[in-house]
């Protein structure tokens, strides 16, 4: 069984890490969401910039209503 299944590290072709996503990138599950919950597009959502760092932890929909609530995401008014 040794033999026949021979890995090595150098065999292995992993792709480097990849630096951390842009802002945008790291937000579009939140935004998914919060859309989702506001019933409304992606394009009406609004996420704070100054609270980037708490609403890219929130990962699920108890977390993103939570937000919701605290004033962190709003649903932007429509533009005539």
């Known amino acids: 069984f040794g033999s026949r299944l021979q890995l090595s ?13 842009s ?4 937000m579009k599950l ?4 919060a859309a989702e ?4 597009g992606r394009g009406r ?4 910039p100054n609270e980037s760092n ?3 932890m929130a990962n699920s929909r108890f977390n993103i209503r939570k937000l919701i609530k605290d004033g ?9």
Do not use: F, G, H
């Not at 590290?9 to 996503?21: A, I, K, M, V, Y």
């Not at 802002?23 to 790291?26: D, G, H, M």
């Open 37 to 40: 919950i506001k019933k409304c």
């Open 54 to 56: 708490e609403i890219s």
């Open 72 to 80: 962190l995401i709003i649903r932007k008014a429509v533009k005539m």
């Open 9 to 21: 590290l150098s065999s292995l072709r992993l792709s480097p890490l990849r630096p951390t996503s």
């Open 45 to 48: 959502i609004w996420l704070d």
């Open 30 to 33: 939140q935004k998914r969401l």
């Open 23 to 26: 802002p945008r990138q790291a």
